[in-house]
């Protein structure tokens, strides 16, 4: 039996190449869900974390968010942040790009709508670049 997939540049093997629209705290949570709607192709972490987490919980979080960024059926990921957020501080960008995956990060400081559009764009193009 052959198996078809992906192999990453970080050498791991997925079988879907999806788009992740990744929460960077629970206030992005429904932006998210709305842009990964918008989008076939990609599919949405949320949580109801913020900014609260703290020592233990703080790692978990951040090991949660890279994991799912970096998972092999992950081949492209757009952070969502309301540029508040502690999770920044994992810098989990410049981990996603170290593992060959597409990344882009969008700013909810414009505001809702003009962040969920330019998400569905940047989703969009990062499908269109993986198919």
Known sequence: MKLLGYQHQDGRVGFR???????????????VRRIADRVPGTTCF???????????????????????AIHPNVGGVVLLSIGCASTLSLDLQRAIKASGRLCASVGVQQGTTKAIEKGVKIAKEMVNELA
């Open 17 to 31: 190449n999806n788009v992740l629209i990744l929460a960077m705290s629970g206030c992005t949570s429904e932006l």
């Open 46 to 68: 949320s949580h109801p974390n913020g900014c609260d987490l703290q020592f233990h919980d703080f790692d978990l979080m951040g090991k949660i968010l890279k994991n799912s």
